[in-house]
C-alpha cells in the first residue's frame, strides 16, 4: 500500500549502511508496472520513468548498484495472480509492445552502462512475452533477462509447460514467489482457522487462492508430509529445488524463528516415493485456483 511503499528497499538500506557488507549480499528489486494507482499514479514501465524509479531504489537502499533489477508486471497486462480464468490477449497490440521492450532495453542498458545494475529480470511474464524480451536482446537492443520471478508452488503450477521449456533451454531460471502458497501448505489456515497477525488475518481470500477446492488439496499434501516424516514447510520448499527450472524460492517470514525454520529445507532432500505421492496429488487436485 501507499503507507509501506519503499520501506522494504528502506529497511535494506539501514542494514547495510549499518553492517558495511555491501558485497556480501544479492540485492533485487523491482520496477513496477501498470496498475499500482499508488505508484506514479498508476502509469506503467517507461523509458522515462526507469532511471527515475532505478535512483530512488539506489538512495532508499544506500548502495549504488542493484544486483538484479526486475520488471513488476508487463505494461500490457498478466494472466498472473488468477486472471488466467479471463485472460484475453486479443486486446493486446503487438507494434506497441515491441517498441516499448526496445524503449525500455535501451534505458536498462544505460543503466547498466552507468554500473546502477548489473541484471535484468522479468516477473508475472508470459512464454511469449519473455521470448520477445530476448529475441530483442539478442538483436542488440540491451541486456538479456536472467530471470523470471512468477508464483509458483505446489498449488500453483502455471509454470509447468511453456515457460518451464523456455526457462531450461533459454536459461532464465524461475525466482518462484509464494512458494508456500502464502502460507496454505503450512496448513496452518486448516479447518477455518485465521491466526492472529497473519496474511490471511489481512486478506480472508488470499488474494483469490481461497476456494472449496483448496483445503482437501491442501489436506493431501499434508497427508504425504505425514506418511514421509516430512514437515510441510520443508517438503514444499525442498520440491520446489527439484524442479529443473528453479533458481530459488521466496518465501515471506514475519517472524525469525518462521525464517529459520523455513531455512532448514535446504537440509531435506525428498526420497523419489514422496515425489512420486506429489505427482499423483497435483493429477488429483489440478489448478485449484
Known sequence: GPETQGDSERYIGTWLAKN????????????????????????????????????????????????????????????????????????QDRAETLAHMQETLGALQAAVDAGKIRA??????SAWGTSEWLRLSEAGYGPRAASMQNEYSLLCRLYDTDLAELSVNEDVG?????????????????????????????????????????WPAVDTYLEIARNFGLDP???????????????SAIFGATRLDQLEHALESVE????????????AAH???PMVY
Open 174 to 214: 524461475l525466482l518462484a514467489f509464494s512458494p508456500l502458497a502464502t502460507g496454505l501448505l503450512t496448513g496452518k489456515y486448516q479447518g477455518g482457522a485465521v491466526p492472529e497477525g497473519s496474511r490471511r488475518a489481512l486478506s480472508g481470500d488470499l488474494g483469490g487462492r481461497v476456494t472449496d477446492r483448496v
Open 20 to 91: 558495511r557488507r555491501r558485497d556480501d549480499v544479492i540485492i533485487a528489486t523491482k520496477h513496477s508496472g501498470d496498475g499500482w494507482d499508488h505508484i506514479r499514479g498508476g502509469t506503467g514501465i517507461s523509458a522515462a520513468s526507469i532511471p527515475e524509479v532505478i535512483d530512488g531504489s539506489l538512495k532508499r537502499l544506500q548502495t549504488d548498484y542493484i544486483d538484479l533489477y526486475q520488471f513488476h508486471w508487463p505494461n500490457r497486462g498478466s494472466y498472473m495472480f488468477r486472471k488466467n480464468w479471463t485472460f484475453d490477449p486479443s486486446t
Open 283 to 285: 493429477r488429483a487436485h
Open 268 to 279: 531435506v532432500t525428498l526420497p523419489q516415493e514422496a515425489l512420486d505421492a506429489i505427482t
Open 120 to 125: 535484468f529480470g522479468l516477473s508475472n511474464e
Open 233 to 247: 514447510v520443508h517438503m514444499a520448499l525442498a520440491w520446489c529445488r527439484t524442479r529443473p527450472f528453479m533458481a
